[in-house]
């Protein structure tokens, strides 16, 4: 099953708070994906990364940062200055390129900001 | 702009109805559509994409681009079939981004 991990399940956060969520895979993919998932408004993209040491904004880009130092690894980090952070986030990856579309995902991780 | 719309929250039938669960892209070119299915406590997975043709669990999706639609379709539902479904579009150009339609949660009743 998978192949994608992700890390904690659940987190809770102080408002003010930085947080970090952790991705990681072994599938060899180039492509990763920051997703957010909130009820009635399906997945929408934070960020992603088609290559190592290279991201692009998604749709709602604001609050969040990530790195992509390493293949299998594309960290998110949920700052205080996302003004509505509480959602279920998923991680997800893509061979990328000529290999197809088709992207494989993560458990989530479920943030709530206390 | 690239847009997917999946227009009912929720469909219920009951178990051995026929269920269809619709989907709208705007787009100009020529799309890859998907299908993604979130069983209780599972993660997001693929269930079709149209460039395969493939009937898997009994669902069929078939492109129409003359509608722009890609809507789901199994002649008998189950069950196991309850679940949340997203339509997602990928086009040529936005380096593999999948756009996803707003989600349809399937209540197959018994």
């Known amino acids: 099953d998978g192949g994608i991990t992700q890390s904690p399940k659940y987190l809770f956060r102080k408002e003010g708070q930085n947080v970090t969520l952790s991705c990681e895979q072994n599938?060899?993919?180039?492509?990763m994906y920051w997703y957010r998932q909130d009820p009635g408004q399906g997945l929408r993209l934070i960020y992603y990364?088609?290559?190592?040491?290279?991201?692009q904004k998604g749709d709602i880009a604001e609050g969040y940062s990530v790195s992509r130092e390493k293949k299998e690894s594309f960290p998110l980090t949920v700052t205080s200055a996302q003004k509505n952070p509480t959602a279920f986030y998923l991680c997800?990856?893509?061979?990328?390129?000529?290999?197809?579309?088709?992207?494989?995902f993560g458990p989530g991780t479920r943030l709530t900001v206390l | 702009a690239q847009r997917v719309t999946q227009p009912e929250k929720l469909l219920s039938v009951f178990k051995g109805a026929p269920v269809e669960l619709k989907c709208n892209y705007s787009y100009s070119g020529s799309p890859e559509l998907f299908w993604y299915v979130q069983y209780s406590r599972q993660r997001l997975q693929l269930l079709l994409r149209?460039?395969s043709r493939e009937s898997i669990k009994g669902f069929t999706a078939d492109l129409n681009k003359g509608e722009t639609s890609f809507h789901l379709k199994k002649p008998f539902a189950q069950e196991e079939d309850s679940a949340m479904y997203y339509c997602?579009?990928?086009?040529?150009?936005?380096?593999?981004?999948?756009?996803f339609g707003q989600g349809t949660t399937l209540q197959v009743k018994p």
């Open positions: 149209h460039i």
């Open positions: 997800a990856s893509s061979m990328g390129g000529a290999g197809g579309n088709e992207q494989f």
């Open positions: 990364s088609q290559i190592v040491n290279d991201f």
């Open positions: 997602a579009l990928s086009y040529s150009g936005n380096t593999g981004k999948l756009i």
């Open positions: 599938l060899n993919h180039d492509a």
